[in-house]
């Protein structure tokens, strides 16, 4: 709940609004991959997700309730962390909703304050262990393989290579602003010692 300026009356956000605004939090914060609701093998299925250089990645649970919030800490990797996904791990909440005693060790909280999402306390980065990264494979996986599924009869190898199709379709170029794969940097492939 919200207290909306001037008003005396809590404007209600719901799940999956907080959601959305998780996704577009995760882009600003530099994810250039983001995944929202999809489940891994280890029953996890994160509200948001996203993933920054070198596989570094940024989890991002919302809660609009309280008692969600509370009977999140039952789940199996919240009471086992190592099992968990996410390098950081951030509580989305309403503002004032939980206090930082509260949140798990090492998580970070945003809030939702004045329609904006706030970083109120910073995660530790490093959070991920090795069960925790092959759990976000897993999940990676599992997505991408319901993309193919979607493009068939098409592989999805060929469906990622539509820059071929483009430069089919304009006599043998690519159209202007288009870089050859060949020439794409990928900054998930390469090492970043920021982190």
């Known amino acids: 709940m919200i207290a909306a300026p001037g008003s005396p009356k809590p ?20 994810c250039g991959v983001v995944l929202s609701e999809q489940a891994c093998v280890s029953g996890e299925m994160p509200d948001a997700i996203g993933w920054k250089r070198a596989c570094h990645s940024v989890l991002v649970e919302c809660k609009v309730t309280r008692g969600d ?5 039952a789940k199996p990797f919240r009471m086992k962390p190592e099992k968990g996904v996410g390098c950081e791990r951030f509580y989305f909440t309403p503002a004032g909703l939980v206090r930082q005693e509260e949140l798990p060790v090492g998580w ?12 109120i306390y910073s995660s530790a980065k490093n959070l991920r262990s090795a069960v925790g990264f092959q759990c976000e494979m897993n999940l990676l996986l599992a997505s991408l393989r319901r993309v ?10 060929d469906f990622l290579k539509w820059k071929n199709r483009m430069a089919g379709y304009n006599r043998g170029a690519l159209p202007e602003g288009l870089a050859a794969g060949e020439d794409e940097l990928n900054v998930f492939l390469e090492p970043d010692l920021t982190y």
């Open 108 to 119: 970070g909280l945003l809030e939702l304050r004045r329609g904006s999402v706030e970083t």
């Open 11 to 30: 404007v209600l956000m719901t799940h999956a609004q907080m959601v959305e605004k998780a996704i577009r939090w995760l882009r600003r914060y530099r």
């Open 69 to 73: 919030f509370l009977a999140d800490r």
């Open 148 to 157: 193919e599924v979607r493009v068939e009869p098409q592989s999805i190898t």
